[in-house]
């Protein structure tokens, strides 16, 4: 069975030596926020992760969710499990004070999101899909439906699902048939049938609130005509007592490849009684507010299964003895040299370890700009820490569940034989990762919305986020000789990408269909990019620290370095001869050229 | 429900068009091969697999093989459609007439095959470990074995196992601890616990015919003290009746990520009576006459589920329309587009069509040359012929099996939500193509083979069979008019192949694990470099052919031989820095530092 050992040191590496935890705490509402204070919730989190969350993981895999007659029952032990994470009060880490919540930056609850969802990324769903619905309608909902619905949703007895694909639509929501018809006291009768809705019933909660994208009668076809509802499993009075039930039932669950302890319901929506949240037709933006966190938490996902999988790779690889070393018998004690000997046993590890630290320290940057833009004082610095994150949502969502599925995979393949069974955990892990690159828009739709939508808004204003602060370094620290064989490939590396980006500028205009072409490349490219920034800046902090008490740990930050910088950063040729190669190989493909033959 | 079509008209384009069907039939016992035969049995192979094979794949995964005290019962289906294999003399077809085979070639053989894993891999496990243990022991038995065993597995009323694995040792069967004790009649007595043994126990036929590792009493150590043996489940006697069970149980099977209609076994020997097969101490090397020819199998497993889940997804492209293409409505009659007009699903189709063809073309090319190297009257023409195999069995093993499982995936991320639940089938094969990627050798594994001791054999023999054509193919075509756009992309490939070649064998004189830190890369190259090869050739077939009444099959290779050449060869160029990195960014690494921190 897998293990899992929450990795507190590097956490703390992202957030306190990496990044300033003093730019979090200088941010109103945000004076409590120590060294301190992090470690101490942090080291809490680790236990719940490692002691409650991850003993489930596999029993809830093998046991699955059930459907009974519309009744929804988790494996053994969530039950139990979630009112742990309930009594913790985890459900209300980051949420609003006003509603009970505890207030922290989301710089912290991003850090236990990656924990939760690498000890039981089933498990992660159902308080994750609350966070969302929460923060939907903490922006978008009235005082009253907030003082209602929230409080509840805060302390984790209600909980909140997204309710927007239907059978015939899924990326293209304008499609959608779900009917809300209004009613003399406000109110909207909505019905229709909804799939893939994680969350959408289960046991874990007394109640589960809904929000429907749905079309009003007379509304507009296409996505201008679709508004957003909240309708809940058990109708709540004005008074917040929990009545009938409201017309809300799970026709079905979905057998899936993975996430088999989160419940992916059908769900039938008939009459059931609603209520309008923002204005009308602006249900589809509206529902962005829930659509971005959850694409951060994807990100989180992607970057939890593969810690997991690396450190239980990393074991098999220091324990299991297997052949001797190509260049002589290193542990003549042993009847064999542990594979950890072998070159390419290394490169699978030091791949996974380089992405998992790089991610991590782009999910913290990620996370104190996203604290940033909802706290600062000056509204300038909002602005600029909303773009980048604007910017890096959909990088954040599709480069780290890409590699959370390439790492997975990796971590069986240092197991050989043992990795494909379920007996190790780790092709679990593999099968639960795969859908982070589908769910909350499919990594190719991510690629999509950075090319088509986040590049050219504002006149790539969102760019100059990374771009300014990239050739602010390269122009601080060109002479700097601890970044000197970094440098060259850095500098490479952010000047191809400029010119990757002006051929994809220019040559978009001309045709839409160019940005289609190279946006997976380019969304990976970019990715890339920021991590040899991301990873310059941590050698710049481990160097001086070599010749403290941890110069294990700054050594290993040093060598992942160049690791990354020799083996990994590479990709960007070929990312960058594919983009340049253009959409023509492509396009002019007639529909019956593509076969079957 | 996943659908499957034998690609009959592409397997008749590599095997008759790109390849010459006349140098098979000039070989001896391969007079009567003629175009209309190899049709007429590739027809009949198509509606066992459509028809029979095809329709238990789903309901195979779904069942599993089930344990019972020893007994394992197969999926439902499999026994009949086991039967139906067997009436239709499939499980003879590439064998020795004097043992009741109807002496096929290999390369009728090898498209048989893609076609059975196509459209059930699980089940082509039964009789492929029948058809490598046949080899086996037609390769090193004596003639008393084989007159006794080979023709029941011949007609497949018996089947074969290859038994290597001990929970202990893998890749390093140096550790086996299996024993095998002499007795006076001269049979050995086998006892010890084999592990991940395919279709070790099952009821599909009457005995099953186990070729085992062990070790003598008196043998030396390591891998040069370990022996083969034959053991039946049944014992035979010498007039070949079959006689009592023999000490071989079932204890257990594993439970995988895939391939679950296929039994893999905890196999407990205990006294099981044995005959040694071939020398005493050379176990290991005779155990290579079955292995190389399951590594060329495990290709076909992957090319065969790269088609088919190239064949789903592609149909649910045309099928699914969502969103607008990005350069206007395509079809202004349907509510949107067929998502085929979206430059990055395009991307993916293409990428799964041009591996899929590409090495089809592979396994046809190498599948000629194992023809040639059984059969050819000369013997140097026979040694060339041997050498292209020897040389590119790991490249088909590895490269096929990956491009299986990326093909794969890449067909689940086409369906988007409905490629990641049970019911379209697609997440099956995904699951079932990671094994390919692990068994019969890791990837890795093949990989150290091939520049551990493929590419230096015999001073860089083996290599000359594939870097002479290619290069005389260059002279030859280098002024043709009909490659002009290829020629400068495929000269730069084999110029950059022969370079990556030249410092691997300097740099790993000095450094062993020079090999190893760039095995994996190189294999790639290479296999994108034979790829190369093999498009510029079917350029040239395919282009005088444009006018005919196919010119939409003609058209499509070339497309697709643009795309090759322009979005997947490119990977090189990173590939390439990598292998010039060097050993150093992964072997300087001390063990303390790969964490976990």
Redesign the interface.
């Known amino acids: 069975m897998a293990t899992y ?1 929450a ?1 507190l ?2 956490i703390s ?1 992202c957030m306190q030596e990496l990044l300033d935890l003093e730019k979090i705490r200088a941010l109103p509402g945000c004076e409590e926020i120590t060294k301190d204070l992090v470690d101490a919730i942090l080291t809490e989190a680790a236990k719940l992760c490692e002691n409650i969350l991850q003993p489930i993981n596999q029993s809830g895999d093998t046991e699955g969710c059930t459907w009974d007659k519309g009744v929804v029952r988790t494996p053994k032990g969530f039950k139990e499990a979630y009112q742990a994470f309930v009594d913790g009060g985890w459900s209300s880490l980051a949420c609003d004070p006003t509603y009970g919540g505890q207030g922290l930056p989301e710089s912290v609850s991003i850090v236990t999101e990656e924990m939760i969802c690498a000890s039981n990324m089933s498990f992660s769903l159902y308080p994750g899909l609350t966070r969302g619905a929460y923060i939907l309608l903490h922006t978008h909902g009235t005082e009253e439906l907030k003082n209602r619905f929230l409080p509840k949703m805060v302390e984790g007895t209600w909980s909140g699902t997204m309710c927007l ?1 239907e059978a015939h ?4 929501l304008g ?1 959608l048939r779900t009917k809300a018809v209004p009613q003399q006291d406000n109110t909207y009768l909505v019905t229709g049938t909804k ?2 809705i994680s969350s959408g019933e289960h046991d874990l909660t007394e109640n589960i609130i809904h929000f429907v994208l749905a079309r009003t009668p007379d509304a507009p076809s296409g996505i201008k005509g679709v508004s957003l509802f909240l309708v809940p499993k058990y109708w709540v009075d004005e008074q917040g007592n929990v009545g009938n039930a409201n017309g809300v039932t799970c026709a079905s669950i ?5 996430i088999k302890g989160s419940a ?1 319901c059908v769900m039938t929506f008939e009459n059931a009684r609603g209520y309008l949240v923002g204005d009308l037709h602006h249900g589809v933006s509206n529902m962005f507010a829930m659509m971005n966190n959850e694409r951060l938490a994807v990100g989180s996902q992607g970057l939890g299964i593969a ?1 997991v999988a ?2 239980n790779a ?1 074991a098999y690889a ?1 324990d299991r003895v ?2 001797r ?3 002589g018998t290193k542990h003549p004690d042993k ?2 040299d542990p594979i ?1 000997v ?9 791949t996974m ?1 380089a992405y998992n630290e790089g991610n991590r320290m782009l999910g913290c940057w990620i996370a104190q700009h996203l604290d940033i833009s909802h706290r600062a004082s000056d509204k300038r610095a909002r602005q600029d820490a909303d773009d980048l994150v604007q910017l890096m949502t959909p990088v954040i969502k599709a480069f780290l569940s890409d590699c959370g ?1 390439e790492v997975a ?1 990796l971590a ?2 240092v197991l ?2 043992h ?5 190790y955990g780790l ?1 679990q892990f ?2 639960d990762a ?2 982070s ?3 909350e828009g ?3 739709v991510q ?2 919305d950075f090319v ?1 939508r986040k590049l050219p808004a504002h006149m790539g204003r969102y760019l100059r986020q990374f771009f300014h602060p990239a050739l602010a370094f390269i122009k601080e620290h060109e002479a700097n000789p601890v970044l000197t064989e970094f440098f060259p490939l850095f500098t490479k590396a952010v000047t191809r990408l400029q010119q990757a980006t002006t051929y994809l500028a220019t040559a978009s205009l001309k ?3 160019e ?3 190279a ?2 490349d380019y969304l990976r490219l970019f990715a890339l990019t920021v991590h040899a920034y991301l990873w310059a800046r941590a050698v710049l902090v481990a160097t001086p620290k070599l010749s403290s008490d941890e110069s ?2 700054y ?2 930050k040093i ?2 370095a ?2 990354f910088y ?2 990994l950063l ?5 990312l960058y ?2 983009i340049m ?1 253009g ?1 023509k ?13």
């Open positions: 050992n990795p040191r590097d590496f694909t639509c899924g990326t293209d499609l799939i893939f979905e057998h899936k490849m993975g992916t810690e690396y450190q990393l220091k297997q052949g070393s190509l260049t009847p064999a950890l072998h070159p390419d046993v290394r490169r699978m590890l030091l370890k599925y995979n069986i393949q050989g034989g990795g494909y069974i379920k007996e092709e593999a099968r795969r859908i690159q589908i769910y499919t990594n190719g690629a999509l088509g045709n839409a269909d940005a289609g072409a946006s997976v294990v740990f050594q290993s060598d992942t160049r690791f020799t083996k590479p990709q960007g040729s070929s001869a594919n190669a959409a190989p492509l396009m002019d493909m007639k529909e019956e050229a593509f076969g079957p033959f």
